[in-house]
């Protein structure tokens, strides 16, 4: 496959353009942000539905409840107003509430069909949310496809007594992956985020999906890509270090790698610097608000992650920051303010 005969969509020179000027602001937590509006199991099969009408395919075999990336199509007002806070708070780039919106993370749901409607409606949401910012202030806002790990792996086995056993194949990845990108593309996404990569070869099965996706529709956006390192080893849970994560996706030219979540951003520092290092892309980070505590709560406070964020672009280390998991608008205020004096990353040649 050819995978950059595709031309890059218009608005990525502004988007380049504004990198090289500043630190760029992704949002923050986007289920953690849900879970605090305490929703219950008819909130998430509200009628309303828009595309296709996915509530009428519900099997009274899977409750909703917990199906975050639905709520785009049952309760969109929702989570436009949530990815709108993000942005007065000072995000550049939305990233879109499809985090589980493939056919492969919807089989728990029963809502295999629905997935191009996840998709198509999750863009048009956060859309609608970067272009209501955008009108009050001036300042553009990008949507990011968010593609998230799925819950099966390629490189491991989930069976101890059959190490050679696969749950998913690539090509199975690459098909999941390839129909929820269509839906983001036609949605509006301006980018593809593919992140909370545990393992690098799902990555590359999106990756893959992503340049087919983008030579059907005869545009090509721009990739976001970003690991999580999962415990102290310092490595992905398919056992890459950063370097070796960075040369594995390397090939796709993209628009940032970098890691979010598992980890507060003190514990992250270290990997992000081994990444800075090495990546000729720019950079991102997106740490969670620390480490979650017995119930499961994030504790770490706005300041205290503006401070960690000033200290990453004090450093040279970070080309675009946000937040993951604990992360709340004021996370994102103060993150924007910390890094505001701050010249972004040199990539090495």
């Given amino acids: 496959m050819t995978m950059f005969v595709v031309p890059e969509a218009p608005n990525v020179a502004e988007l380049r353009a504004l990198a090289e000027e500043r630190i760029l602001i992704l949002d923050g937590a986007m289920g953690t942000m849900i879970q605090a509006l305490n929703m219950v199991e008819e909130d998430f099969t509200a009628s309303g539905c828009i595309g296709s009408s996915c509530c009428a395919r519900h099997s009274t075999d899977h409750p909703q409840k917990g199906n975050n990336d639905l709520l785009v199509l049952t309760q969109p007002k929702a989570i436009e107003d949530i990815q709108f806070s993000f942005a007065t708070a000072g995000a550049d780039i939305l990233g879109t509430n499809t985090f589980s919106s493939t056919t492969i993370a919807q089989a728990d749901y029963g809502l295999e069909s629905a997935v191009y409607d996840l998709n198509v409606a999750g863009a048009q949401v956060a859309r609608r949310a970067a272009d209501r910012a955008e009108s009050e202030d001036g300042k553009p806002r990008f949507v990011a496809g968010s593609v998230g790990p799925t819950n099966r ?97 390397a090939h796709a030219r993209p628009f940032t790698v970098g890691l979010n979540c598992a980890l507060g951003a003190e514990a992250m520092r270290p990997h992000m610097v081994e990444i800075a290092s090495v990546a000729t892309a720019f950079t ?54 910390a890094v505001a004096s701050f010249a972004p990353r040199k990539a090495p040649a």
């Fill in 153 to 249: 792996t390629a490189s491991i086995s989930p069976d101890v007594n059959d190490p050679g056993y696969r749950a998913v194949s690539f090509d199975e990845l690459r098909v999941a992956y390839g129909e929820q990108i269509d839906g983001l593309m036609a949605g509006g996404s301006d980018l593809i985020l593919i992140e909370t990569i545990f393992d690098t070869l799902n990555a590359k099965a999106a990756i893959f999906a992503a340049f087919e996706s983008f030579g059907k529709a005869g545009r090509r956006l721009p990739i976001m890509i970003s690991g999580t390192i999962t415990d102290a080893s310092g490595r992905t849970l398919s056992g890459q270090t950063p370097t070796a994560f960075w040369h594995s996706v």
């Fill in 284 to 337: 991102c980070a997106y740490p969670n608000a620390g480490l979650p505590n017995a119930f499961g709560e994030y504790d770490e406070t706005p300041e205290q992650t503006g401070a960690n964020a000033a200290e990453y672009a004090r450093d040279g280390i970070i080309n675009v920051v946000g937040g993951c998991c604990g992360t709340t608008p004021d996370h994102i205020r103060a993150v924007t303010e």
